[in-house]
């Protein structure tokens, strides 16, 4: 069943320098609303089989590399089901020639019929915003992964702000529950976007994921 459509609201796709990975980017219209953002069109996987005949998930497409007997295209996989990575259609049908170089076996299959999961990236210091935007987003029928263990404080007594074990290993989980989203979505209010954040968007750049903008950033 689809999710019901709630008012527009406007959030900003910014194109970033090109990757080894924009072969496995959603291309974005410069701005979505968040009907858009809801809408669940991603419904198919690419599926291989392992060496040992285990089903296996595609996760990621890079450029191809020489290897001094031709050149290939770069397949990661996954071997659990959720970690494979869901395209429209038309996506998966334009990758699979690709694919079909390292593994020729491959083949399209429909992924399971859920919402979209989007992961919420920015400073801690806008914990207003993240709580708004997760009820925004959860209402918009969106799974939504965040960080749960200070949106209900204030400022003052976020732990992040005096235990730095405790940061290193949150920010480690942050990028877990990236590996985990469709999508992240960046509230780079005013603009700022700190050292952990951008850390977190170079992550999910790096693993083919489309980053999503609260402010436009450029």
């Not at 869901?86 to 491959?106: G, I, M």
């Not at 801690?124 to 708004?132: A, C, I, P, Q």
Request: proline residues 6%.
């Amino acid at each position: 069943m689809k999710p019901k459509t709630e008012p527009a609201v406007a959030c900003t796709a910014v194109s970033r320098p090109k990757t080894r990975n924009d072969n496995m980017q959603t291309e974005l219209p410069k701005t979505e609303t968040l009907a858009a953002v809801a809408s669940n069109d991603l419904l198919y996987r690419i599926r291989a089989r392992s060496v040992m005949g285990w089903p296996v998930w595609v996760t990621q497409v890079s450029e191809p590399i020489d290897t001094g007997e031709g050149s290939a295209p770069i397949v990661s996989m996954a071997n659990r089901l959720q970690k494979g990575k869901r395209f429209r259609r038309d996506e998966a049908e334009a990758l699979l020639p690709q694919v079909h170089t390292s593994h020729p076996e491959a083949e399209i299959v429909a992924a399971p019929d859920m919402p979209r999961i989007v992961c919420l990236c920015g400073s801690t210091r806008f914990v207003e915003n993240f709580n708004d935007w997760r009820k925004k987003l959860t209402h918009a029928g969106i799974i939504v992964l965040s960080i749960e263990i200070v949106t209900t404080q204030a400022r003052h007594e976020d732990p992040q702000h005096n235990n730095g074990e405790l940061k290193a290993m949150l920010d480690e989980l942050h990028k877990r529950k990236i590996d985990l989203a469709d999508e992240i979505m960046v509230l780079n209010v005013g603009g700022y976007i700190g050292d952990s954040t951008r850390a977190e968007i170079e992550y999910a750049e790096a693993n083919g994921k489309p980053v999503r903008y609260l402010e436009n950033i450029g």
